[in-house]
């Protein structure tokens, strides 16, 4: 059973930072593309960041410059990290085992101004 695992949402104030962290289990976590994308209220889901097997990585235009994706393969952990956050960075976001429809149960991030 595949399993993706988020923490490290909170409360910051904008121009702070915030580490999210996911961990997968039940699958080879190290052959798939992992994906974090964040859903505020009233949008629809978006795509913030993807990394591949490989380390290759792409972001949301909205993102480009203050967040990064990494992952550690050897214990099936992806991070994104995010700096100089702002308010409308504020929504839950989801860990997904990238094109699969494996996801987390997502952790909040809310950025005040």
């Known amino acids: 059973q595949v399993q993706l695992v988020e923490s490290g949402g909170g409360l910051v104030q904008a121009g702070g930072s915030l580490r999210l962290s996911c961990v997968g289990s039940g699958t080879d976590f190290s052959q798939n593309a992992i994906a974090w994308y964040r859903q505020a209220p009233g949008k629809q889901r978006e795509l913030v960041a993807a990394i591949s097997r490989g380390g290759s990585t792409n972001y949301a235009d909205s993102v480009k410059g203050r967040f990064t994706i990494s992952r550690v393969t050897a214990k099936d952990l992806v991070y994104l990290r995010m700096n100089s956050l702002k308010p409308e960075d504020t929504a839950v976001y989801y860990c997904?085992?990238?094109?699969?429809?494996?996801w987390g149960q997502g952790t909040q991030v809310t950025v005040s101004s």
């Open positions: 997904n085992l990238y094109h699969t429809g494996y």
